[in-house]
């Protein structure tokens, strides 16, 4: 699945559109590496979103099409807020 799609599915960001531009202002890394929109996760994946207030680092669990809203946090764990 693209990152972007993950993003907005699992609601860490509300849009598609901020996750893809996120990513292209180099603020989404997995794994250490800074990627671009269409980057495949995989299950494992550790994930880092750097905010102007602070950044959020978790670990994809799942990657399901699509969920409801209070299955959306069992797509992922936080390593670290």
Do not use: Q, W
């Not at 750097?50 to 990657?63: D, E, N, P, T």
């Not at 409801?68 to 807020?81: H, N, P």
């Amino acid at each position: 699945m693209r990152i972007d799609k993950f993003l907005k599915v699992s609601r860490i960001l509300k849009r598609r559109t901020l996750a893809a531009e996120a990513c292209d202002g180099n603020r989404v890394s997995v794994n250490g590496k800074e990627v671009k929109p269409a980057y495949r996760l995989k299950i494992g994946d550790v994930v880092e979103i750097r905010f102007a207030s602070g950044r959020l680092k978790f670990r994809v669990l799942s990657l399901k099409e699509t969920v409801k809203k209070d299955e959306a946090a069992s797509l992922y764990e936080m390593v670290e807020e």
